[in-house]
């Protein structure tokens, strides 16, 4: 099992994991990737395919405090976050100017 944390556009998020399986998560996050933006995701593949994985993920919410680590990022609704992550990856997020977000 693998660990998504969501984050939203929303002025109340909680910042929730949930946990999904190998398959799940391979819909979500192409290979070599920890970022998604959902309508990237979408865009990607069908709804029949997306409804079950989702309907998986959202039954199985992680408590922060048991969660084992954090596989990925899925944002929702936050299209002015996609350029800090230009390669989809969090360890290679960027300022503005295109500088990296964390040292060497």
């Known amino acids: 099992m693998k660990n998504i944390q969501v984050i939203d556009g929303a002025q109340n998020c909680v910042y929730d994991i949930f ?3 190998e398959e799940g998560f391979a819909l979500i996050f192409p290979e070599g990737q920890d970022v998604a ?3 990237e995701v ?3 593949h069908p709804f029949q395919l997306l409804g079950p994985v989702f309907e998986r993920l959202w039954r199985q919410r992680v408590p922060k405090r048991e969660a084992n680590g954090i596989h990925g ?3 929702f609704e936050l299209e002015e ?3 800090f992550y230009p390669d989809r990856t969090d360890e290679n997020a960027i ?3 295109g ?4 040292g060497e």
């Not at 500088?99 to 964390?102: E, F, I, K």
């Open 37 to 39: 933006f959902i309508d």
């Open 81 to 83: 976050k996609k350029p």
């Open 73 to 75: 990022l899925l944002f």
């Open 42 to 44: 979408e865009a990607r």
């Open 99 to 102: 500088s990296r977000l964390r």
């Open 95 to 97: 300022n503005p100017n």
């Open 19 to 21: 946990a999904i399986d």
